[in-house]
């Protein structure tokens, strides 16, 4: 048996790599400031929000991909948009997706930040927004491995992608569903290929983090 | 501070558009095809596992605008997905749900594109000795051998056509199938044709395959199973493709679901479906039926063709034609 790497492969890895990485991006872009401010300010039903998100860290990806389908399939609510099928569709499911442990992750690293940065940074006459920038800056290792978990979660995940892209060739296939789709096809070869292929970036994404963070410390 | 969260809320909403507007465009779909049309074709595994799809697919898309989006599952989920607006046009082999299909509303212009045998297979020892038998000796064969303990039998369990095929089979023989599917011999996968072969091909066992995906996986070395039973009347298996009903769905892609069917019944869609693995397997993996239907020139096999999967002495009936009488010309 040989490990069959070829275009198809290298193709596939990057589409993965694509949708995965800008599914993180989109994430971040509303789960950072939520984090931020569910760590913290102080209002009530903060625990309930808390609570909500902890429970979805585990959402089966499934069920999600199931519950997104219905909404952006030809007869769902959001059917018009035409995005069932399409690369953006995988992007917005796992931005979803990925959101709880974002959010859980970064609350958690804000509030292990020592209150006294913030009183003192108010004491120097900061403004809110800059008290935030402060705290945000000492959680800034906590942040980094909110994106990384999330990121690996997106790109090693299954129900989503294969839900809202089912696999296309050429178009929608990910690395997982390529694995799934060869494992059912018995191509030991590419199958074992596109696995190590995840693993790596999976591992890579850690340790590179995982350097940075060592760096900054 | 209410207008920062307004901000905050902005700068978010337009980051989702802009990165999901922008990967649309990038790849060219939604809103941002480049002139060319989608169609998206629901079809039964058989078909895709064994790469015939994807050689017609390649050749149509550099042929039309259109581009072919295939999924890929059984024939009961391939129509489903029709059903719910989803697909534009099935390819399965279900003759019995077909004709619900159309009489439902659902489809038109169904046209026959090709045909094959299911076949029987089982490890080459056959403990139950079924082969050269008919197929419903072959079944009480493997009852009987399946409640010794010498044997297992492995189902699709998928609501595929070819599970539809393996219950009927079962009723034909006799043999009440709701009552063999709880005894511990009778194995259900929930899976594909390629993957029931591998399970069947673990357990030394028989299971009922479509002449196309076995010959693939047999000559590709990934399962160790013989041809038991094959080539019977009753064993004929047929591939449709239908259009769904503009009237029903009016934003599906009906013109261009119209003009694959035409390639496929076309001279080079049926080239390509009898000539698909030719090389490597030294015999096709399906035959093409449209000529063979038009010029009667194997009558005893049209009429096991007519006799299975013609609705009232057509391949579709007039009232479920469309405007497309030329189909059948």
């Given at each position: 048996m040989t490990l069959e790497i070829n275009s198809e492969i290298i193709q596939i890895t990057l589409r993965s790599l694509y949708i995965s990485g800008v599914a993180t991006l989109l994430s971040v872009s509303w789960s950072l400031p939520i984090g931020v401010i569910i760590g913290l300010k102080n209002f009530p039903g903060k625990h309930l929000i808390k609570g909500f998100f902890n429970a979805l860290l585990g959402i089966p990806t499934v069920a999600l991909g199931l519950f997104i389908y219905l909404l952006i399939s030809s007869s769902g609510p959001f059917g018009f948009l035409n995005l069932w099928l399409t690369p953006s569709a995988m992007i917005i499911g796992q931005a979803i997706l990925i959101t709880p442990i974002m959010v859980s992750f970064t609350t958690s690293a804000v509030e292990s930040i020592d209150p006294k940065i913030k009183d003192l940074a108010r004491t120097l006459g900061a403004s809110e927004t800059q008290v935030s920038l402060a705290v945000l800056r000492e959680s800034v290792n906590g942040v980094f491995l909110a994106v990384t978990a999330s990121f690996n979660r997106a790109i090693a995940e299954l129900g989503v992608a294969y839900m809202m892209g089912m696999n296309l060739r050429g178009r929608t296939r990910v690395l997982t569903t390529y694995i799934g789709l060869e494992y059912e096809r018995a191509n030991w070869g590419s199958v074992i290929a596109a696995a190590i292929i995840l693993l790596s970036i999976v591992f890579a994404v850690s340790l590179s983090m995982n350097l940075i963070q060592r760096r900054r410390a | 501070m209410n207008r920062k969260i307004g901000m905050w809320v902005i700068a978010i909403v337009l980051t989702a558009v802009v990165s999901v507007s922008g990967t649309a465009y990038y790849f060219g779909v939604g809103p941002f095809a480049k002139g060319r049309t989608k169609l998206v074709v629901s079809t039964t595994t058989s078909l895709y596992d064994t790469g015939l799809l994807d050689a017609i697919e390649d050749q149509f898309e550099a042929k039309y605008p259109i581009d072919i989006y295939l999924i890929s599952a059984g024939t009961g989920i391939a129509i489903t997905y029709a059903q719910r607006g989803d697909s534009d046009m099935i390819l399965v082999h279900e003759p019995s749900r077909e004709r619900a299909f159309l009489e439902e509303g659902y489809g038109v212009c169904r046209k026959i594109i090709a045909y094959n045998f299911f076949t029987i297979v089982g490890p080459r020892s056959d403990p139950a000795g079924i082969n050269g038998s008919s197929t419903t000796e072959a079944l009480d064969k493997i009852v009987a051998a399946g409640r010794s303990g010498a044997t297992k039998w492995i189902s699709r369990?998928?609501?595929s056509g070819t599970h539809t095929k393996e219950k009927s089979l079962w009723n034909a023989a006799g043999i009440n199938w709701a009552e063999i599917r709880d005894e511990d011999w009778y194995l259900e996968t929930g899976a594909g044709m390629g993957q029931t072969l591998l399970v069947a091909d673990h357990f030394s066992a028989y299971t009922l395959a479509d002449m196309g995906t076995y010959l693939k996986y047999e000559k590709d070395g990934k399962i160790d199973l013989e041809v038991l039973v094959g080539q019977g009347q009753d064993l004929l298996n047929v591939y449709s493709a239908i259009a769904c009903n503009k009237t029903r769905f009016p934003k599906a892609i009906f013109e261009g679901a119209i003009t694959f069917i035409k390639f496929l019944i076309s001279d080079e869609g049926q080239r390509i479906i009898s000539e698909y693995g030719q090389a490597y397997y030294n015999q096709g993996l399906f035959y093409p039926a449209v000529k063979l239907l038009k010029d009667n020139s194997d009558p005893a096999l049209v009429e096991w063709i007519q006799d299975y999967a013609f609705f009232d002495g057509y391949e579709?009936?007039?009232?479920?034609r469309d405007d497309h009488p030329e189909l059948y010309g």
């Open positions: - | 369990g998928d609501d579709c009936p007039p009232q479920y």
